[in-house]
T-cell receptor, first 113, second 110 residues
Framework: GAVVSQHPSRVICKSGTSVKIECRSL??????MFWYRQFPKQSLMLMAT?????????EQGVEKDKFLINHASLTLSTLTVTSAHPEDSSFYIC?????????FGQGTRLTVV | QKEVEQNSGPLSVPEGAIASLNCTYS??????FFWYRQYSGKSPELIMF????GDKEDGRFTAQLNKASQYVSLLIRDSQPSDSATYLC??????????FGTGTRLTIIP
């Protein structure tokens, strides 16, 4: 099946710094990618829809200036958490659809200290 | 607001028995339904998807969909310890966005 690769798998950063997470579709092109966040013992919550060549669509309550999304090519979307705070610590997961099936990246465990 | 409800569990099932996982959804316009398995600290992995009313079988797994009742379930036959995980129900409303339930934590007891 299709593969979605996410990097890094784990990152620790200091409060106030920015962190970039990459999501790549390895063997298919994805005009749309999805970014989720999952807090411990909770489900995946959609943060935004990343659209190749245009602006991302953010879900209600998600700050677009804090979570910057860039989808510059058909195989790469990036999520940058700007001015990270401890409450941003979470598991971030990207997803892309191929022939109707949703494939997930490995996830990025972000810890802000 | 579109909602997907699951019993959070934990659900404990003896090895070899049938595990039954349930999910209800609020959006009648939902088109596609997915079951994912998620091990601790890992991303979800797809088990099955179903679009039409009725049953769909794949190996030890059977998904059941009843759109009139807005209900979808997953049955796991001959449960194995490796089936112990959190099972997420996801519903698609037609715009490729998936809404996830909170997940049911399943433990298979050897």
């Amino acid at each position: 099946g299709a593969v979605v690769s996410q990097h890094p798998s784990r990152v620790i950063c200091k409060s106030g710094t920015s962190v970039k997470i990459e999501c790549r579709s390895l063997d298919f092109q994805a005009t749309t990618m999805f970014w989720y966040r999952q807090f411990p013992k909770q489900s995946l919550m959609l943060m935004a829809t990343s659209n190749e060549g245009s602006k991302a669509t953010y879900e209600q309550g998600v700050e677009k200036d804090k979570f910057l999304i860039n989808h510059a090519s058909l195989t790469l979307s990036t999520l940058t958490v700007t001015s990270a705070h401890p409450e941003d610590s979470s598991f971030y997961i990207c997803s892309a659809r191929d022939e109707g099936e949703a494939f997930f990246g490995q996830g990025t465990r972000l810890t802000v200290v | 607001q579109k909602e997907v409800e699951q019993n959070s569990g934990p659900l404990s099932v003896p090895e070899g028995a049938i595990a039954s996982l349930n999910c209800t959804y609020s959006d009648r316009g939902s088109q596609s339904f997915f079951w994912y398995r998620q091990y601790s600290g890992k991303s979800p992995e797809l088990i099955m998807f179903i679009y039409s009313n009725g049953d769909k079988e794949d190996g030890r797994f059977t998904a059941q969909l009843n759109k009139a009742s807005q209900y979808v379930s997953l049955l796991i036959r001959d449960s194995q310890p490796s089936d112990s995980a959190t099972y997420l129900c996801a519903v698609e409303g037609g715009n490729e966005k998936l809404t996830f339930g909170t997940g049911t934590r399943l433990t298979i007891i050897p």
